[in-house]
């Protein structure tokens, strides 16, 4: 168990605390307060940094999807374990109400991209 940053007891399981983000949050089932893993920037990046360039030479020298999908596991069990590592931040419900219409924009975008491009790309 994790411990919530809001009332400080140990109630947030640890698949709950690894998963949790701002999109969905570990909720602590005793006072309710939201949280994510106070995961640092340079733990994404030098997962990616290390994990991704790795084993994308190896998808190249092989030829093989499987070292690139292994290359990705690796990043995400890096990022698992650091998870479990660092303790709970909490964040508000407003933030992960706007992380939500982010990804939702964003996503819009993408799909309208994906339709103009259907529809009016092509040539001819
Ligand atoms: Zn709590």
């Not at 106070?38 to 991704?52: E, G, K, P, Y």
């Not at 999807?65 to 990705?72: C, D, I, N, V």
């Amino acid at each position: 168990m994790k411990i919530c940053p809001s009332c400080e007891e140990a109630s947030v399981s640890l698949p709950r605390a690894i998963f949790a983000n701002y999109v969905l949050p570990a909720r602590c089932p005793r006072c309710g307060a939201l949280s994510v893993p106070a995961v640092r920037w340079w733990a994404l990046l030098l997962s990616v940094a290390i994990f991704v360039p790795l084993f994308a030479a190896l998808e190249l020298i092989e030829r093989s999807w499987l070292h690139f999908s292994a290359g990705l596991s690796a990043a995400f069990a890096f990022l698992a374990i650091y998870a479990l590592a660092v303790p709970l931040r909490r964040i508000e419900r407003a933030d992960v109400v706007a992380t939500r219409w982010l990804l939702a924009v964003l996503f819009g975008l993408l799909a309208a991209s994906r339709v103009a491009i259907h529809f009016g790309g092509g040539g001819a």
